[in-house]
């Protein structure tokens, strides 16, 4: 049996009167890249530092490999923790150094790291000179120092341009390939749909959601735009069943049924003599389903 | 741990700030144990601190004493900011995650920011030795007398002394930096406590209060003050004063050293960090 990267039982964390996490039981499984979702204040950062041990808990616990959090089982963690944080004052390479002494790995993995995230070039500048995006470069590659087989990346594409956040998952999804576990989290949904496996939803602190992305994507529904509205809806409803059939904002209808049940659904309107102007698959609103989740409130949790 | 200590010193020795405490050191010490007195020796600058010592007590064979002279109070200043930087560096860069998420425990990287304080205490006191030494030998040259050196011995107590003493300060700056969390306030809090609460208790509260007399005796400045003075330090230099026993006072300093590391070290542990 292969021991989970990462698993929480009852994990909480309470800040005088605020609860941060409360309640969470999280597993992460070898090899997956779970995306940990939620809007600000949902939890997120604080539920990394308890795993990475840089807090304590409240209440719970939390194993990475089996072990407790601390020096034995950090050996194959890499992790950036809200946002990057080097010594201003050193080059990139110098801070790479310094903490591959720290790490107990040679610093020529320095090189190596500063060459995957793209910052060769710049390595021998000053921290203190880098834009947003290098230090957040700089940040992974610290996180690579030690060849990690669990990955814990606190918002990884923050602050990084378009092409860089594309990079920025390729590399994540590289490594995930190579079979690198992975545990990001995003308040970006589009994010962790491209990245992740599998995706959490906090919120309040609280784990309300969790599913695969393919789940999540499921759910999507045929677009059918056809006049006049009633015949259609009618023709639809008798087909299928009104359970099936809604409308949406702008009159069109949306239809849950299977993606190859399309041309049924056509033939059907065009024998009662229904226009049919336009028929699509329509993708599940994720950002709604999301909104949702999190009680659509734009306030902070 | 050690390459823990080496990151540790890495961090330091690259650091500006580091090399300009030292160089700060080193040039007061020269400027108020050897070139103001030798001035006013010379009768160039009879108001000036000092300018009244004689010239006995600027030659080669005092040259330990005079290194170690400003232990107590400027040169454990800047020793005490060398401490808060050591340590409070990480709270002010925000490194400590990134420090430990690399997989060293607390106490790990805290035995080797302690090692760092000691090692950079050493080379100062190394390095306020050696500028005193030239700056007496020029001394002896000039006014044509002999260049009679103390024994190895007397040396070698002097820099033990003088290492011993910057030491406890930068460590109280290690533990002022964990307990404040930050790097301004326990530098602007710890040079209160140096320059100016200490020398008010000496100056002004012992002299009128028993107490405080007798409270001050158990102070870190006031036995630093002692250690020095034994073992040569001119007592007209601020805080150098022989107020105990050698003895005492190198116990009571080393017994403040150990107190301070294990506080901060207990507080390290104990604490989140952000
Ligand atoms: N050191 C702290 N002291 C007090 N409250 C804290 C502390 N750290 C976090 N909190 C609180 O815990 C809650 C969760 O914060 P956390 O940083 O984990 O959120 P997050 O999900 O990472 O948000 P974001 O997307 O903004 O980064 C917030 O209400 C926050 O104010
Ligand atoms: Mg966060």
């Given at each position: ?18 609860v941060?996490?409360r ?53 194959h ?6 946002g ?143 006049g006049?509205?009633?015949?259609a ?19 069109a ?49 | ?11 330091q ?34 108001g000036a ?9 600027m ?76 700056a ?86 006031a ?10 330090a ?5 805080g150098?004063a ?16 150990a ?16």
């Amino acid at each position: 049996m292969t021991t989970n990267p990462v698993e929480t039982h009852g994990l909480g964390k309470r800040y005088g009167g605020t609860v941060a996490v409360r309640d969470l039981d999280l597993t992460v499984r070898p090899g997956e890249v779970y995306g940990f979702l939620g809007p600000n204040g949902a939890g997120k950062t604080t539920t990394l530092r308890m795993l990475l041990g840089l807090i304590r808990p409240t209440s719970g616990g939390v194993r990475l490999f089996g072990a407790p959090p601390g020096p034995g089982s950090l050996r194959h963690v890499g992790a950036l923790v809200e946002g990057p944080a080097f010594y201003p004052y050193l080059s990139g390479r110098r801070n790479l150094a310094v903490l591959a002494d720290h790490a107990g790995v040679p610093r020529s993995r320095a090189g190596t790291a500063l060459a995957r995230v793209g910052l060769t070039g710049r390595a021998g500048d000053r921290y203190s000179g880098y834009s947003l995006g290098m230090k957040q470069r700089l940040g992974l590659a610290a996180a690579l120092l030690k060849e990690p087989r669990l990955l814990v990346l606190d918002e990884p594409t923050n602050g990084l341009d378009p092409a860089g956040m594309a990079e920025m998952r390729r590399t994540i999804r590289a490594l995930a390939d190579g079979g690198c576990t992975v545990l990001l989290s995003s308040h970006l949904l589009a994010e962790v749909e491209q990245i992740c496996d599998r995706v959490g939803v906090l919120h309040g602190g609280r784990l309300v959601a969790e599913s695969t992305v393919e789940e999540l994507r499921t759910g999507g529904a045929l677009r059918v735009v056809a006049g006049p509205e009633d015949r259609a809806r009618d023709r639809v409803v008798a087909l299928l069943g009104a359970e099936r059939v809604r409308a949406d904002d702008g009159g069109a209808l949306l239809v849950d049924v299977e993606r190859d049940q399309a041309p049924r659904v056509n033939a059907e309107l065009v024998r009662a003599g229904v226009d049919v102007h336009e028929l699509c698959w329509s993708e599940p609103d994720l950002e709604r389903r999301f909104l949702e989740l999190t009680g659509g409130d734009p306030d902070v949790a | 741990m050690w390459r823990d200590v080496r990151a540790e010193l890495a961090k330091q020795a690259y650091r500006p700030a580091s090399w300009l405490l030292l160089a700060i050191g080193v040039v007061l010490s020269a400027t108020f144990a050897h070139a103001v007195p030798y001035a006013g020796y010379r009768g160039a600058a009879s108001g000036a601190p000092g300018a009244g010592r004689g010239l006995a007590e600027m030659l080669p064979a005092q040259f330990a004493g005079n290194a170690i002279a400003g232990t107590p109070v400027f040169v454990g200043a800047l020793a005490l900011i060398f401490g808060v930087l050591v340590a409070g560096g990480e709270y002010g860069y925000a490194t400590w995650k990134t420090v430990l998420v690399q997989q060293p425990s607390r106490a790990t990287v805290y035995t080797a920011k302690l090692v760092t304080v000691a090692v950079g205490a050493l080379l100062l006191v190394l390095a306020l030795l050696a500028v005193s030494a030239a700056a007496s030998a020029v001394i002896a040259a000039l006014e044509d007398q002999p260049g009679g050196w103390p024994s190895g011995t007397a040396v070698l107590r002097g820099a033990g002394a003088g290492w011993l003493v910057t030491t406890m300060w930068g460590t109280l700056g290690v533990l002022l930096a964990v307990a404040l969390r930050s790097v301004a306030l326990p530098v602007g809090l710890g040079l209160v406590w140096l320059l100016a609460v200490q020398n008010l208790l000496a100056a002004i509260a012992a002299p009128l209060l028993d107490w405080v007399a007798a409270l001050q005796k158990g102070l870190p400045g006031a036995n630093a003050g002692s250690l020095v003075a034994a073992l040569g330090a001119p007592t007209g230099t601020p805080g150098v004063a022989p107020l105990v026993g050698a003895g005492q006072a190198a116990l009571v300093v080393a017994g403040y050293l150990a107190g301070f590391a294990l506080l901060a070290g207990w507080l390290l542990r104990a604490r989140d960090l952000d």
